[in-house]
């Protein structure tokens, strides 16, 4: 799931609205006049938001008076178009990844990872016996999006998804194309709740709308959650088990090769590095082994892996950046979130954790820098940043 909503967020969702003003000066008459004049029109009165609530129980088979009635009660969330709106292009700030790293990983998040799997341990292995998905994969996806149920979003997601599907902002470069998905995802949350018979004003989640302990938006959880716990529902805020199993099987929808690695050192021949094609497909697996090593990089115990293959770019500020190989594996995390940083973080939290459990060293990711001077003959690593 390309997911939008990022989980940096997540910890400031609850004062996010908030103004500076005194308490005071926010209830005076004219402080209420001024939010008024500002807030756009109510969406139960708007001409765009009743023709798609037409439309949306047209093609559900929906009451247009229930459809209509959800939407007058979506309330404008004025922080929510300014999250999804991108930094100005003129920002210098250079990304970063053992900042990025540290945000993610840290000994607080790590001691609840391991309650987590000391709590869920039997469910977790049941998940990876059916699903062929690591727990460590499952710990460090909910890990990194909740901090395993601490922060999953307290915002309305009937108000999100509203305020997305017809206030998004235009300042976006791809704003037509998210607004339509979010419409989307706004149709599959009124269907979802119109099925289970639940008010739509009560579940809360992400800015984005994302819900539950591994932050499923409505589309995937009615594609791929599951109910793991046997009790004939699926509940992503509740039920730890229905989390760990919807996300294996998402994990295993979007293409995770049983025992495959997620990454592979890489290894550098300067005198063939040819690094604008090994980026020119991003994170996506391009390159077989012996494809990669023609073009100077070979990954390391992997020229025998069995597949495509992508070289993986991290940032380090204002320092030159370091690299891994990715696998298909390496590929399937990003559908949860479009980042190699994210994949990276949720890697090496979920290795982290395993070996907080079994006072092991961790199978982390150890990105290195394309060495300075040109190899005489073997290519070789450099020392991790």
Known sequence: MKRLLSPLFLLTLATAGATHLP????????????????????YGQRADAQQWA??????????????????????????????????????????????????????????????????????????????????????????????????????????????????????????????????GELEQFLLMMHQAGTATTGPRGSYAGAMGLGQFMPSSWAKWAVDF??????????????????????????????????????????????????????ILPSFTPAQMASLGVLPEAGIQHNGLLALIELKNGDAPPSYIVGTQNFYTITRYNWSSYYATAVHDLGQEVAAARSGGVPAIALPVMVPLTSPSSEPRTTSAP
Do not use: C
């Open 54 to 183: 037409q439309e949306v129980a047209e093609r559900n088979g929906l009451g247009l008076s229930w459809v209509q009635a959800q939407l007058a009660q979506a309330r404008f969330l004025a922080q929510v178009p300014r999250l999804m709106t991108p930094p100005p292009k003129t920002s210098t700030t250079a990304r970063d990844w053992a900042d990025y790293r540290r945000r993610f990983i840290d000994p607080i998040r790590i001691k609840a990872g391991v309650r987590f799997w000391d709590s869920h341990a039997d469910t977790l292995a049941r998940a990876e016996a059916q699903f062929g998905v690591p727990a460590a994969m499952i710990v460090g996806i909910i890990g990194v999006e909740t901090i395993y149920g601490q922060n999953m979003g307290n915002l309305r997601v009937l108000d999100s998804l509203a305020t997305l599907a017809f206030d998004f902002p235009t300042a976006h470069p791809r704003a037509a194309e998210r607004q339509r998905y979010f419409r």
């Open 23 to 42: 308490a005071q000066a926010q209830n005076t008459p004219a402080a209420a006049t001024k939010r008024a004049a500002q807030a756009p029109t109510p």
């Open 229 to 282: 716990d046997g009790d004939g529902r699926i509940d992503l805020f509740n039920s730890q088990a229905d989390a760990i199993g919807s996300v294996a099987n998402y994990f295993k929808a979007h293409g995770w090769v049983t025992g495959q690695p997620v990454w592979y050192p890489a290894l550098f021949n300067t005198d063939t590095l040819d690094l604008p094609t090994l980026l020119a497909p991003d």
